[in-house]
């Protein structure tokens, strides 16, 4: 068969083509996504004359990287992990045992203070690890009971860092995690414009070198957290999507789709799950070291299963398995948890006056006042968002392009069976 | 030696046993069926040679190995693939990407090209279809696709187990003359069937297997012509 002309080779070339069509819409997410995360930052600050947006959206590309590791786990290999938040805490943990005074006063008698960016590999690969760990006894579960049991993960781990008082500090949390720190030539444009950002010039010793040299923390300022969170998801980004296109990327689709079928095409079933598990958490290590030094405080109630089922919550609304889908989920879960549903209240409020309806702001008996009634709603109406959006894009947001696929096919399929069946 | 020998074979699926000291042989370059009903331990034995399955007793050997116990995804490196019972597809994903599935112990990519190829050769009905997710595709598409898929591999022996089923007549006609030329192209092929009367005509050696035990063997055209086969699987 080798033999056979160059020219029907071609035949190849319109699948090709095909995908590459799906994928420019991909392009156009990330393009458009690139210039919101470098306007943003400029247009807020501009606006409101604060840098309070600017560490909001900080802390959501926290969740953005989140829900890319649960995609790997979830979306790609179609393992439901109920309990991603335990690596989430794991990396925070590792970052904040060994870069504050914490293990002063723990039986370790000592306090470390590792730098960030060595913490932050880490951090990664001991979430990796607990990872396949917690991969190992699961191997032979699936959907539901594997739902189960990394659900038990999820509520132990953050039950142990409270309960290992001794070396976590338990409810008392870790606080004064230290802030990562640059060698001051890589401070860059964006720590200088116009004294928004704290730009401090002082002595200090970064831990490759042996005298004293100039550097720049961080110092909780929200824009290098914005830009390092910027650089960690597109890292994860190109890393993921790499993957997905690997062998292992497609071994892991294979097994989502049949797991006998995968393993009687040669794959070896139990590393590949493995990995699964393991890169998905690497990402939440990751995450974990970043949440930890920008937030300054890490405490186990920060963990709990909440924090596994929103990330959850992100990747199934954004699409699962589509990596811009799970972005954009993950940004639009944060805004309406943290900027639209707290803000609703007074939203309500001032609108209510705003129409002559005002009297029903007032409180009164019973009712608490317009505002007071819609922050008690404000659970409801989040479950209302959610129920809304998955009944009017049960594939997600951004469905990856397999799934929007099998939804197309889907009549056109049913017509074909009505055919052949007449035919017969 | 052959190239396949399946020895004294007990199998088990918990307390039940499936399989009794089966014997199968398969030379290299033949095209052995496997005929029997329902629940005779045709499947189980394909499983047992892919090691999807082990055996209790009994030894399987493969191109003088023995691969008895070892893990399916280095059987299908060694050189046998199968297009499994219900034909197993991954069904979201395309037609293509299930191709590539089924070489995926391989890395040569000149040749996986060329493969495809073939595959496309063999099926031209895949080549039109090729960007449609599998789970879309008609039946006689679907076992195209997994007998393209088990290809893929590049097998020294590929397993087809019930390449008929819930197909048309038509259609059924189309896939053994595909499994004759594949075998013509140097492949042997081992054959589960419960359509006797298909299997025997392209089977150059068939083996019956009544309940997890041999009832009968010999080559496709003395089974045919034998009366107890005809009572019992060809309704004559």
Known sequence: MSTRPAGKRRSLLPPIRFRERMRDRDTAIYGVLIIIALIFPLATIFATDSTFLVSQAGHAGTFVLLAIGLNVVVGFAGLLDLGYAAFFAIGAYTYALFASAQLQASPAHHAYHLPFWLMMFVALFVAAAFGAVLGFPTLRLRGDYLAIVTLGFGEIVPQLFFNFDQWTGGINAIGGIDQPSLPAWITGPWAGANGIAILQNFTCKPFWASSAAPCYSFSFDPIAYYVLVLILIVAAVILVTNLHRSRLGRAWMAIREDEVAAAAMGINTVTTKLLAFAIGASFSGFAGAYYGASFGLVSPDQFYFVVSITVLVMVVLGGMGNITGVIVGAIIIYFVLNSLLPSLPSTVESFASNIGLGFLNDRNGDWPGLAGETQRLQFLLYGLILVLMMLLRPQGIFPSRVREQELKHAAVQEEEAVVEMTHA | ?236
């Open chain 2, 1 to 236: 030696m052959a190239l396949l020998e399946f020895e004294g074979v007990d199998a088990f699926y918990g307390r039940i046993q499936a399989l009794r000291k089966v014997s199968i042989s398969v030379e290299k370059g033949e095209v052995v069926a496997l005929i029997g009903s329902n629940g005779a331990g045709k499947t189980t034995t394909l499983r047992t040679i892919s090691g999807l399955m082990h055996p209790t007793n009994g030894t399987v050997m493969f191109d003088g190995r023995d691969i008895t116990h070892t893990r399916p995804s280095r059987i299908v490196e060694l050189g046998i693939s199968q297009s499994p019972e219900g034909r197993r597809l991954f069904p979201r994903m395309s037609v293509v990407d299930n191709l590539f599935m089924g070489a995926y112990s391989r890395n040569d990519r000149p040749g996986i090209a060329s493969d495809m190829e073939r595959v496309f050769t063999l099926f031209p009905r895949l080549l039109e279809r090729r960007t449609q997710i599998a789970g879309t595709l008609s039946g006689g598409e679907q076992q195209m696709l997994a007998m393209g898929r088990a290809l893929m591999a590049r097998p020294k022996v590929m397993m087809l187990d019930e390449p008929s089923l819930g197909l048309a007549p038509i259609l059924i006609e189309t896939i053994f003359s595909i499994v004759r030329e594949i075998n013509s192209q140097g492949t042997t092929v081992l054959l589960v069937e419960q359509n006797a009367h298909k299997a025997l005509e392209v089977a150059n050696r068939a083996y019956v297997l009544e309940t997890g035990v041999i009832a009968q063997q010999g080559t496709g055209r003395d089974l045919l012509a034998s009366e107890e086969v005809q009572k019992a699987y060809l309704g004559m």
